[in-house]
Structures are given as structure tokens and as C-alpha cells.
């Protein structure tokens, strides 16, 4: 929620090495295209993983005089300051992580641990003070292991220092990419005041269920809302293995931002191989296949508007998921889906509508007698262009099977299933708007024809 108490669309970008290699200039053009595509929040991280104590930034300058959490170098962050200045102009939110988790407790290969419970609360101080009149939210964490009382102390200091001096929200970016470990932030209990909503880290596999971690953080008690602050991101080697198991693509992406968002997530977090690095040429790191410049096109990041402009055209704050509205198929591991392939849907709370997220064109059927009023209006939601084609209203039976059009098992489609007396415009329309036509292709007769409904 903004300070208003209108909604805050969290749909957030992954720019861990910003600050670090990054000038001015380079920031303001990558804001201003991410602004475009009408993302929200960017994470980036004040001490980076990638040697961010030792490495200076584009100006020459490091964080800390010898190190030492106790004398920051007011040089690197006044331009940390410009940056957060100019994210927030371009309306841009920043999601900012203190320090990559490394740097609190070691693990194999990692640099140098440099907190302990006092500088922690100290550098917390400093932080707050620094940036309490920006538009930020707290990240601690960066990606290691909570897995003493040491750690969790450390974090608890750096939480109280920030709180002490600062006005923002605080959440905690965990380890994440193995199902052995907890991958969200609730390494914190529910009722621990060291963070205000939990944030999943999902990794960088294709098969991991996304939509059981989140679910399991949206019924937690006491109440915390959740995130995805980190799942497979796009041109990235899947599970670290692009011989054996390539690279990840738009429609990859697609299904984990639908699958959380749908499974409880109030927002969610895209990333990119090359921009979280702002690599630039040369091998970079786990093979990047472009620059980060490039990479801003990549056709992952523009899909996030259309999820956005989707979630944004029916009741935003009273969207719950459910799980009951699909109907299973006999052969529990075949259709509608699973796995890869598994279907999401989320509804209003009031049942005035209802989501169904399909990551492959299958036919499947839906309790459609849960949904309010007598008749309904129907639309199927291209999240790859954010063009919709109205399949107009119908009498509200207790089944309704759904062929959606051209069938494959990597075309993805929305289908939204409308009270028709509540005039909801068509998907990804804002509320309020004067125009009737949605951007994009045209319908064809022939994606219409193999759209069809069956009423039971």
C-alpha cells in the first residue's frame, strides 16, 4: 500500500549489480526503460556479491574505508543517493538490499565476513538516516543460509538499526533453489517484528512448485503477504546446466509470475541473466548470452505489463487464490496439467470473476457454478501480448469445459470468467477507461473457431 492507502502493484526488476557497475547515465537509461514497461520496484544490492568490497564502483570508489561497517565512504553513497533520486523520479520504487548475505556469515567460497551485531545496527543507523526520505523497501539476506543464532542475530541488529532511523517496510531475501532448504523468509517466524511480509526465493530450476511455497507463506498465521523476489530468470542456464539443460525463455518465465501470482503472491519479481550483473562482454558469469542492454528487450520483461494491466482491470485488493476451481482429471497426473504444465486460478473474493492460468493449450473444465450471477461473460487473455478475444456471455452452467485456441504445449493462454452484470471491462483494460478496443492483432475467425465452450 502507498502512504495513501491505494495499492502498491509490486512488480519488481532484478538489478543486483547496479550501484556496482553501473555509472549515473547508465542507471537513468535503464530506469526509464524499465519505467516504460511499467515495472514498479527495482532490487539492487548496496554491498554486491561480486566482489563489492574489494571492486569499486564506476567512480572509483568502495563502501567502506578498510572494510570497516564503521566508516562508510560518504563518496560511494552520496551515489547511491543520485541513483535512488533518479529510480524515484522515473516512478520506479528501489528494493534495497544493505549487503549481499556473504558478508554476514561465510560459506565455501565466499568473501570476507564483516558484520557482527554491533557494526550491523550501526550501518542499519547509517542507512536509515541516509535514505529515510527516498521511496524505498528494506531487502535484508541476499541469498545464504539463516542457519544459526549468530546469523539470525546479526540480521535482527541490521532490522533494528534500519527501524531506529528509517520509516520503510522490511522484508528478507532468502537462500533459495533447493528443495531441502527453506526458500522463503519465514526462517523468521510469523510473529518475529524483524520483517513485515515474507519474500520466496525460487531459484534458478524449470520444475520447481512454486505455487506450494507460496501458498504455504499465504496461509501462514499470523497474516504476512508474500513475494517471489527471485525465480528463474530469463536467458538463464537451467538448474546451472546449459549443455545439459539449456536456457530458459519467455514462456518459462511466464508460467512462475503466473503461478505465484495466482497461488497468493501479491506481486511478483522478474529478472534477467544479463541485467542482474549488467554484464557487458566477455564471459560474465554462469554464460551469459547478451549484454545487459540488450537484455532490456528481452520479451519476458515487456510480458510483465500485460500481468499487471490483467491483475489491475478487476478488484486488485480482494483477489484470492483458488484451488477447488478447476476440476481434476481422472488420470491425476495428466490433464488439465501438472508439474510444467500445471494450471493456476485465482478469483474475487465475491466470486464477481476468476482466473485460470493455462502454461499449455489443453482442455480442461472449471466449477463454473461457484461464480456469481446467472449468466457470464467469458474472455481469453493472451499474456504474451496482452490482446484478449471476448468470447461473449453465456448462461452460468455448473461445468464449463474449455478448448482454448491454438492447441500446443507451449502456448499459454488467461481465461477469464466474468459475473457478466458487473460490466468488468475487457482484461488488461484499466478501470474507467473510455476506449472499448484493447491494443494489439486483431482476432482472427480462425483463433476464434477452435475457442470453444462446452456447458454441462
Not at 549515473?24 to 556479491?49: G, N
Not at 523468509?185 to 526465493?201: C, E, G, K, L
Not at 494491466?309 to 481422472?330: D, H, K, N, Y
Request: aromatic share 10%; proline share 8%.
Amino acid at each position: 500500500m502507498y502512504g495513501d492507502s491505494s495499492a502498491f502493484p509490486w512488480f519488481g526488476d532484478t538489478a543486483w549489480e547496479l550501484f556496482h557497475r553501473l555509472n549515473l547515465s547508465d542507471a537513468c537509461r535503464y530506469f526509464q526503460k524499465r519505467a516504460s514497461q511499467r515495472f514498479t520496484l527495482i532490487q539492487a544490492v548496496l554491498l554486491p556479491e561480486l566482489n563489492g568490497l574489494r571492486t569499486p564502483n564506476a567512480y572509483g570508489d568502495l563502501p567502506f574505508i578498510k572494510q570497516d561497517p564503521n566508516q562508510p565512504n560518504q563518496a560511494y553513497f552520496a551515489f547511491v543517493d543520485e541513483v535512488i533520486r533518479a529510480a524515484n523520479a522515473a516512478g520506479l520504487v528501489m528494493g534495497l538490499l544493505p549487503t549481499w548475505g556473504d558478508k554476514v556469515g561465510r560459506t565455501h567460497g565466499d568473501g570476507p565476513q564483516i558484520f557482527n551485531v554491533d557494526n550491523a545496527r550501526n550501518y542499519g543507523e547509517f542507512l536509515g538516516r541516509q535514505y529515510k526520505d527516498r521511496q524505498i523497501i528494506w531487502i535484508l539476506g541476499g541469498d545464504r543460509l539463516v542457519d544459526d543464532m549468530e546469523k539470525k542475530n546479526i540480521w535482527r541488529a541490521l532490522a533494528a538499526g534500519l527501524r531506529s532511523s528509517s520509516p520503510h517496510l522490511i522484508t528478507f531475501h532468502p537462500k533459495g533453489g533447493d528443495a531441502s532448504i527453506s526458500s522463503s523468509s519465514s526462517v523468521f517466524a510469523a510473529d518475529d517484528p524483524t520483517i513485515d511480509f515474507n519474500m520466496q526465493q525460487n531459484g534458478h530450476r524449470d520444475d520447481t512448485g512454486s505455487w506450494e511455497r507460496i501458498q504455504a507463506d499465504y496461509l501462514s498465521f499470523p497474516v504476512k503477504p508474500v513475494v517471489d523476489g527471485e525465480p528463474l530468470y530469463e536467458d538463464h542456464p537451467i538448474a546451472f546446466q546449459p549443455e545439459a539443460r539449456g536456457y530458459s525463455n519467455a514462456h518459462d518465465i511466464r508460467r512462475f509470475m503466473y503461478w505465484d501470482l495466482f497461488a497468493g503472491a501479491f506481486g511478483h519479481t522478474y529478472g534477467h541473466h544479463s541485467i542482474w550483473q549488467m554484464h557487458r562482454e566477455g564471459p560474465g558469469v554462469n554464460f551469459p548470452v547478451m549484454s545487459w542492454v540488450e537484455a532490456l528487450d528481452a520479451p519476458g520483461a515487456s510480458d510483465v505489463q500485460h500481468a499487471r494491466a490483467l491483475l489491475e482491470s478487476r478488484p486488485f485488493l480482494t483477489r484470492v487464490p483458488e484451488g477447488s476451481f478447476i476440476i481434476p482429471s481422472s488420470a491425476p497426473h495428466s490433464v488439465p496439467g501438472r508439474g510444467t504444465k500445471r494450471m493456476v486460478a485465482t478469483r474475487g473474493q465475491d466470486w464477481s470473476y476468476a482466473m485460470i492460468y493455462l502454461p499449455a493449450s489443453r482442455q480442461f473444465s472449471v466449477r463454473a457454478g461457484q461464480l456469481a450471477g446467472s449468466k457470464l461473460h467469458v474472455w481469453c487473455f493472451n499474456p504474451r501480448d496482452g490482446f484478449c478475444i471476448d468470447l461473449g456471455q453465456i448462461p452460468k452452467p455448473e461445468v464449463l469445459e474449455i478448448t482454448p485456441p491454438e492447441a500446443g504445449e507451449n502456448l499459454d493462454w488467461i481465461m477469464v470468467l466474468d459475473d457478466a452484470n458487473r460490466g468488468f471491462k475487457p482484461p488488461g483494460q484499466p478501470v474507467g477507461a473510455i476506449s472499448e478496443l484493447k491494443p494489439g492483432e486483431p482476432v482472427t475467425l480462425e483463433m476464434r473457431s477452435h475457442l470453444r465452450l462446452t456447458a454441462r
